[in-house]
């Protein structure tokens, strides 16, 4: 059983369209994470959510709008997608300060 | 916020030697200190932690230290081997701060035959 997917596993899209990347998590954890790994390999965390409460927001763009309908599932939709929005975005999922489980990642090309 | 800075960037070993990483953070009020593997094309996965009551922690060939008057923690691996190839991330995090990990730059490590 995968404790944290997500899907697409890849994206590729155009610059300007609208893309949506979903996870959910199994383990019963109350915060999930949304982090952006660049081609550098820079994990950078984006958002947190805690029991569906919107907890970190990091100096992202807004056009990165996360959502999160229940504690299990957080989800990300990006509006107007740019080149520099390329990346690999992993969800993750802990309870409390402890051990974060992640997402196999979702890797965003845009064109 | 919280800083991580994490040394060396690359690190080459013969197989069977030790490597080391190392970390600093800044925030004082850090008081969880994971260590993430990551292996080309796959998510990072914990492979140690450690929190802020304990100043060593081991687990077969892996052990982290932490000195918390310093803010320094390191990971050491003994006896590498070829599949201990990967990029190492450490990263802090403390109670009350949103449960956010704050990574470091990351390790390429590579254990040549």
């Known amino acids: 059983d995968t404790a944290v997917s997500q899907t697409p596993k890849y994206l590729v899209t155009q610059m300007g369209n609208d893309k949506s990347i979903k996870c959910e998590q199994n383990l019963g954890h109350d915060t999930m994470y949304w982090y952006k790994q660049d081609s550098k390999k820079f994990l950078k965390i984006m958002f947190s959510y805690n029991n569906k409460e919107l907890i970190i927001n990091e100096t992202v763009p807004n ?3 996360p959502k999160s309908p229940d504690k299990a599932h957080l989800n990300l939709h990006i509006n107007s997608l740019e080149l520099g929005d390329s990346a690999v975005y992993f969800c993750a999922s802990s309870q409390g300060v402890a051990e974060g489980f992640f997402g196999q990642g979702t890797r965003l090309t845009v064109v | 916020g919280e800083n991580v800075e994490q040394h060396p960037s690359t690190l080459s070993v013969q197989e069977g030697d030790s490597a080391v990483i190392k970390c600093t953070y800044s ?4 008081n969880y200190f994971p260590w993430y593997k990551q292996e080309l094309g796959k998510r990072p996965q914990l492979i140690i932690d450690i ?4 100043g060593e922690k081991k687990d077969q060939r892996i052990a982290v230290t932490l000195n918390k008057t310093a803010k320094h923690f390191s990971l050491h691996i003994t006896e590498t081997q070829p599949e201990d190839s ?3 991330f450490c990263a802090a995090s403390f109670t009350g701060g949103g449960n956010k990990l704050t990574f470091g730059t990351g390790t390429q490590l590579k254990v040549e035959l």
């Open chain 2, 27 to 30: 925030d004082s009020a850090s």
């Open chain 2, 51 to 54: 929190r802020s009551n304990v």
């Open chain 2, 86 to 88: 990967a990029v190492y």
């Open chain 1, 63 to 65: 056009r990165f709008s």
